[in-house]
């Protein structure tokens, strides 16, 4: 019996051998250490700058307000006065080719008058009844001579003429374009001063892509007899749109 015992703590010895001799012994110093981490990555190093671009354009169109603006005894006169005016206006612009779409009332108004004396509102002394239109005039030369001819129609308020750009998407790329080309020069020169060497742009951002400003003379005011001239002098002058980005280059 014995001699069978010993021969089976052998066999089990033996299919045991080769994995029970690799098996680390309890408290190895050499299988408890832990593996080294990996050294972190250096911060990657960048260069950050900005710039803007401008880019000039001629308007295409002119914006106009203009209307009547009047005083009567009774508020149901001045109503009708300036709506019988707005209308003569209304039909000289048709006649000057101006679109219907182009017209917009954006102003209407009827209040009374009421002076002040010595601190006290006196009793109502009439009426004043307002209505101005904005109107959009696409084919500028044709300006000077309509603005002349409002006064005549009806009008005795030209509040403004503003010029703009029907469409700007061109010209706002092209300021676009130039702020890109700027933050480039702008990264080289840095880049050089710093003895680094640019590398890609890593991020890109708009951070402005204005509204045109008007450069040169843009507005004319004229109310009453001022305005009453065969042709208003108008200058167009020139549009300016501005857009400023920002650029992250990697430096190296």
Known sequence: MKKKAAILASALTACAGPAAASAPAAGDPIAAAPQAAAPAPAPQRTLRVS????ATVKPDVAIVQTGVRLT??????AAAEASTRMKTLLDELARQGV????????????????????????PVTGYTAANTVTVKVRALDTLPALLGRLPA?????????????????????????????????RAAVVAKAAGVTLGDVLTIEVQQAGHPVPLGANAVMMRGAAAD????????????????VELVFAIR
């Open 153 to 185: 129609a009806g009008a005795n308020a030209i509040d403004s003429v503003q010029f703009g750009r029907d469409e700007l998407g061109p010209v706002r790329d092209e300021a676009l374009a130039l702020a890109v080309k700027a933050a480039r020069a």
């Open 99 to 122: 679109a219907a779409e182009d017209v917009q009332t954006s102003q209407l108004s009827l209040a009374a008058e009421r002076p002040w004396e010595n601190g006290r509102q006196l």
């Open 51 to 54: 710039a803007d671009g401008r």
């Open 72 to 77: 009567a005894k009774t508020a149901e006169k």
């Open 229 to 244: 001239a065969p042709d208003a002098p108008v200058a167009p002058g020139e549009l300016e749109v501005t857009a400023a």
